[in-house]
């Protein structure tokens, strides 16, 4: 776990411009900075990032949020390794409550290493005839080879003495670039191959992939686990498909590097591979994050068929209602590389549009595999599926799945839920009748812009605040959790802390209001305005009713015939 505290000084020692710039060129306009929004497709910028505020808004797409929301969004990494990123880049330590791993420490050198490496790889691709003509033949353009970093390790044994000033250091080995044999012999682990550098979302090589030219085993060869690449979190070619993806809010996930190179070659931009393991639960997180729609893609054959299997098991537990995904199977003879070859762009793609649905996919296959004519191949259904259903978590495709499964299974959704012992998830509760929108109560709506602006007022709230608006509850919220903080809270830890709470959204759009608040905005005086402002109001209101309360009582008193006289004239105004 990283101490909150933690957050809120990194987010204090962080500057989101900085941080915002190194991924999108930000232009100044007026107090704030704008840019064509990274998140959705405009042509004129509404992607603001306030400086002095420490967040980031969208007015196009609502997109909004602090410099960690932003490297989590925008490189699709999750809180902690966005926050460590952060913490890196101003070289700060990220501290670790009790029961947390020790975090291994990479030496930056590492990476230096791994990049002279490329470097290297690339020039000797420039002067091998042999290795060329190969992704000639592949159909490759230079101009994909050089997008992917793609290189050449020629047939030699210690081909990166050329690139390190001591081939004997212990960081050659630390990368999996060397190995050492016995008698203290060294020598390079990737010889006549052609290297795929594999790079992670900050764009740093951690690791590589290397293709033998000719015949020879093995085929493939990925770097080993280091220190820097670990296979169940990365996904090959993602740095160089994220923008498109996100455009596209589709992404492919293929088997192979060659793969995931030829599609781009095709125009097929938005496509990543696993390295040399199954889809793992962490890579359907990743990728969720960044995209509505996820097609898993898969050769035709068996091994093809087992790998989908256990990329729809991983995926389950990550599901989120409202996203998509989707399995591709090719026919028997064909990978992607070779298919979009054959057939192109267009069909290939049509192919991704008509992929199967999860949710289709798993119930074609349990059912395949039982009879559903007999009470035991039912109850052989109910015991396959039971391990499958149990870990969905998004609610509204766990309901849909349950029901479909009991319906085969000839039973109702509540005996499943008795049966698996799992909770019953809930007919969704029907809304109450919408109440006519009442306008937010502007004097209320200025309130939370000033607290918003600076949260510590929230300390000056009489404890007894209490509203049923919107606003008021957020108000209350924000009073409660500013009164307990030790230190000075800011607009961006005040963000970072609502995050996926209820009241996120009313705290984005009051946010962006403020954007557009003058330098010169006075709050501590607006802040006493507004107050003193709402306590007439409420001071009215309760007048007001208690004026009902007498016209009420009287009312009794009156006859029936002046009763009606009275609700006439009312009516009247
Ligand atoms: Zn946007």
């Known amino acids: 776990m990283i101490p909150k505290s933690f957050v809120q000084d990194l987010l204090n020692r962080i500057d989101i411009v900085d941080v915002i710039e190194r991924y999108v060129p930000l232009k100044k306009a007026g107090t704030n900075f704008v840019a064509c929004c990274p998140f959705h497709n405009e042509k004129s910028p509404s992607f603001t990032v306030s400086q002095t505020k420490q967040f980031y ?65 690339r020039e000797q691709l420039k002067q091998s005839p042999r290795a060329i003509d190969y992704l000639k033949q592949r159909g490759l353009s230079g101009e994909v080879a050089a997008r992917f970093g793609i290189g050449y390790a020629p047939d030699a044994w210690q081909n990166l003495e050329a690139v390190t000033p001591n081939y004997k250091d212990a960081s050659l080995v630390a990368t999996g670039k060397v190995i050492e044999g016995e008698g203290d012999k060294r020598y390079d682990r990737s010889r006549d191959r052609i290297m795929f550098p594999i790079v992670n979302v900050r764009g740093q090589v951690i690791g590589f992939g290397g293709r033998i030219l000719d015949k020879g085993e093995p085929k493939y060869l990925n770097s080993p686990e280091t220190t820097l690449f670990e296979k169940g979190h990365e996904l090959y070619g993602l740095f160089q498909a994220q923008k498109t993806i996100r455009a596209k809010q589709c992404v ?131 015991q396959k599926a039971q391990p499958l259903l149990v870990a969905i978590s998004a609610p509204a495709t766990a309901l849909l799945l349950r029901k479909e499964v009991a319906a085969l299974a000839g039973v109702t959704q509540a005996e499943l839920e008795a049966l698996y012992e799992i909770k019953p998830v809930a007919a969704p509760q029907r809304r109450a009748p919408q109440k006519a929108a009442r306008p937010a109560p502007s004097g209320l709506r200025a309130l939370l812009r000033c607290l918003l602006l600076k949260p510590d007022l929230a300390r000056q709230l009489p404890l007894d605040w209490s509203s049923e608006a919107e606003e008021g509850a957020a108000i209350l919220e924000l009073a409660q959790w500013v009164r307990v903080q030790e230190s000075e809270v800011s607009a961006a830890a005040t963000i970072q802390n609502f995050q996926g709470t209820k009241f996120e959204s009313t705290f984005a759009a009051v946010q962006a209001e403020t954007l557009k608040l003058g330098e010169t905005f006075d709050v501590a005086a607006e802040f006493e305005g507004v107050l003193s402002m709402l306590r007439v109001d409420e001071r009215k209101q309760q007048l007001l009713t208690l004026q009902r309360k007498i016209e009420q009582a009287e009312l009794k008193g009156l006859s029936e015939q002046e009763r009606t006289l009275y609700l006439q004239l009312l009516q009247r105004g």
């Open 57 to 121: 808004h969208c007015f196009g797409c609502g997109a909004h949020g602090t410099a960690i929301g932003f490297v989590m969004e925008h490189a699709g990494m999750g809180f902690v390794d966005a926050v460590e990123e952060l913490a890196r880049s101003i070289s700060i330590e990220v501290p670790r409550e009790a029961n947390s791993p020790a975090q291994q420490k990479v030496a930056p050198d590492l990476y230096d290493l791994m990049h002279a490496a490329t470097r290297y790889y």
């Open 252 to 382: 492919i996930v293929v088997e192979g590097y060659m793969d995931v190179v030829a599609l781009a070659q095709h125009g097929v931009e938005y496509a990543v591979a696993t390295l040399g393991t199954a889809t793992t639960p962490y890579h359907v997180q990743k990728l969720l994050r960044l995209s509505d729609q996820v097609v898993f893609c898969f050769d035709g054959d068996r091994a093809g068929q087992k790998a989908a299997w256990r990329a729809l098991e991983n995926a389950l537990p990550q599901l989120v209602d409202g996203k998509r995904i989707g399995f591709l199977f090719l026919p028997e003879e064909h990978d992607p590389d070779t298919y979009i070859r054959e057939f192109g762009r267009e069909a290939f793609e049509e192919l991704v549009e008509d992929s199967l649905p999860l949710s289709g996919y798993l119930l074609r296959e349990l059912t395949s595999q039982v009879d559903l004519h007999t009470p035991e191949g039912r109850n052989a259904l109910l």
